[in-house]
């Protein structure tokens, strides 16, 4: 059984930093495109940035420069370092998976539950 479950969302300040971090079980291998994306009440879910296995990189125009993605294919686990937070970041960020690079929710097969970042300013 696969889970992603994020973790490190919270309340900042505008200007801040925050770290998710999300640990994956149970996939088949570490052959997966992992990504983050965002979503607010009554919108889409929005791309926000994806790594390969390899540590190649995709970021949407709106974050780049600001957010990092890593990961460590031997911890299973993903990270998001944001920093110069905008309270146009504040969304609940999820964690996915898909065995395909792409920049679409639809291609993404496992997801986790979402954490929470809410930038004050």
């Known amino acids: 059984q696969v889970q992603l479950v994020e973790s490190g969302g919270g309340s900042v300040q505008a200007g801040g930093s925050l770290r998710l971090s999300c640990v994956a079980s149970?996939?088949?291998?570490?052959?997966?495109?992992m990504a983050w994306f965002r979503q607010t009440p009554g919108k889409e879910r929005e791309f926000v940035a994806e790594?390969?296995?390899?540590?190649?990189?995709e970021y949407a125009d709106s974050i780049k420069g600001r957010f990092t993605i890593s990961r460590d294919n031997a911890k299973n686990m993903l990270y998001l370092q944001m920093n110069s937070l905008k309270s146009d970041d504040t969304a609940a960020y999820y964690c996915a998976a898909s065995r395909v690079f792409s920049r679409s929710s639809r291609e993404y097969t496992y997801w986790g539950q979402g954490t929470q970042v809410t930038v004050s300013s």
């Open positions: 149970g996939l088949p291998s570490t052959t997966y495109w």
């Open positions: 790594i390969n296995q390899s540590g190649g990189t």
